[in-house]
């Protein structure tokens, strides 16, 4: 089976200002301080009154109450709703004329990359778990022994590629939910 990298612009949202992150850092080794989890609800400013049914922001992909609707009704799976917060919406927008907005955390889990992938454990840390691997040069080939059957879902890894099945791509298609893309995970490289 093919898969495909969802690629979705950024477009009508950002972050709000008082978007904050865990911080983790390592006993052994400062270099190694990086963001965990966000703390908090997804809270974000509209800056557009241009609305599409994605968005994506450097994390999260935000989705309008139409879009959400389609991906459920069709029994698409791999995924989590949370509401999202508008924070603030740039001047001459009606808030009230905004559709409710949708965080959307991938749980769909596709395990290690293939082995063909030729992607192997570039460096590990023992003391703060971090994990570094090689680049994506060959592309991200879903290794189906791994694979859970999600349609949307990340690899071990690589966190933000996030992965859709034939099954995602043609909903998204047929309903004309807009501002989104598809790359086949073959041809995924790094950068
Ligand atoms: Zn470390």
Redesign the pocket.
């Known amino acids: 089976m093919n898969f495909f990298r969802l690629q979705v612009g950024s477009t009508f949202v950002k972050w709000g200002s008082g978007t904050r992150f865990a911080q983790i850092r390592?006993p052994?080794?400062p270099d190694?301080a990086r963001s965990g989890d966000r703390m908090g609800k997804l809270s974000l400013d509209v800056t557009s009154s241009i609305i599409t049914d994605f968005s994506d922001t450097p994390i999260e992909i935000v989705l309008t109450d139409r879009a959400l609707s389609v991906l459920c009704n069709e029994g698409l799976t791999g995924f989590e709703p949370y509401p999202a917060e508008i924070r603030a919406v740039a001047p001459g927008i009606d808030l009230e004329s905004l559709p409710r907005l949708w965080e959307v955390r991938v749980r769909g889990d596709g395990g290690r990359p293939h082995p063909d992938s030729g992607i192997t454990v570039r460096y590990k840390?023992e003391?703060?778990g971090?994990v570094r691997y090689t680049e994506p040069s060959r592309g991200l080939l879903v290794d189906p022994t791994h694979y859970d059957g999600s349609d949307i879902f990340t690899l071990t890894g690589f966190p933000g590629y996030k992965l859709v099945s034939p099954r995602f791509v043609e909903t998204v298609l047929r309903h004309n939910l807009t501002n989104t893309s598809f790359l086949e995970s073959s041809k995924i490289r790094p950068g």
Do not use: G, K, M, V
Request: net charge negative; charged share 10%.
């Open positions: 390592c052994d080794n190694h840390c003391a703060c971090l």
